[in-house]
């Protein structure tokens, strides 16, 4: 018995949808084999294949244990596939987790909850020392050099 890759990958929850399987498998995120081959939606797949998954900063591994049609429940899936993707990779997800924040570029987007705090913070600060932007400029200050 064989199975469409795409099929088996929404099935056991590696994709919320199997058009979304279908898509992956289009755009080569989805491979097969040592030397990593990109397949096709209709590829079918047997017990002991080894499928890699690219979500990109990560590449997943799983390896086919059984095979279904049907979507599983979440406690069911370990006994279809294997998790065999290497540590280095959840090592790599974490590290673009925390630097999601610290890599931001100053200036650009929105300010955070805790810029806007400092901002607020300095604002009242200066206002509370007194400071007074109010210029007060009389005419003769914009006059031009040619009446001179």
């Known amino acids: 018995m064989a199975i469409r890759v795409d099929k088996w990958l929404w099935a056991v929850r590696v994709f919320k949808t199997r058009t979304i399987a279908t898509d992956a498998c289009k755009k080569g995120r ?43 429940g979440a406690k069911l899936v370990p006994e279809y596939m294997e998790n065999i993707t290497p540590q280095d990779q959840y090592d790599l997800l974490e590290v673009v987790k925390i630097s999601g924040f610290i890599d931001r570029r100053k200036g650009l987007g929105r300010p955070t909850k805790r810029e806007g705090r400092e901002l607020s ?11 007074d932007f109010d210029f007060d400029f009389d005419d003769d200050d914009f006059d031009d050099e040619s009446d001179e």
Not at 41 to 58: F, I, Q, T
Not at 121 to 126: Q, R, Y
Request: aromatic share 8%.
């Open 121 to 131: 913070k300095f604002k009242d600060d200066i206002s509370a020392d007194g400071w």
């Open 30 to 72: 989805v491979t097969m084999g040592t030397p990593a081959v990109p397949v096709k939606p209709s590829r079918m797949l047997e017990v002991g294949d080894v499928v890699n998954v690219r979500k990109p900063p990560v590449t997943f591994s799983f390896r086919v244990r059984a095979l279904t049609a049907n979507r599983l």
